[in-house]
């Protein structure tokens, strides 16, 4: 069996193709009304997304709309590889991590 190789150790190219093939399987799981599948697979396009972004571009302290609901924002604590750990504004206040490609522009 082939193991699986992490979006960390892939080319920009692999990320790109990778992304297309999820972004195919979501759709098909969408269109089957498989919600639970259409979400992971949404989820791991997020994640191979934010391995073709800069960490760098993104900062501690700043408010960032979010891609999944541009009336939402996320205020980012600190930054670890490629996930933003902060919270909500107007959530319930616990910190969490997310990718950073469900991070919009800085507020």
Known sequence: ??????????????LKQEIAQLRE???????LGIVNE????????SMAQAYLLDPDVFKPGKLYELTTDPRQYFKVNYLNGVFAWG???????KEEGIP????????
């Open 1 to 14: 069996m082939e193991q699986e190789k992490r979006y960390s150790d892939m080319s920009e190219a692999e």
């Open 38 to 45: 259409f979400a992971v697979y949404d989820r791991r396009v």
């Open 87 to 93: 919270y909500r504004l107007n959530g319930d206040g």
């Open 25 to 31: 399987k979501a759709r098909k799981a969408e269109q």
């Open 100 to 107: 950073i490609s469900l991070l919009n522009k800085g507020v």
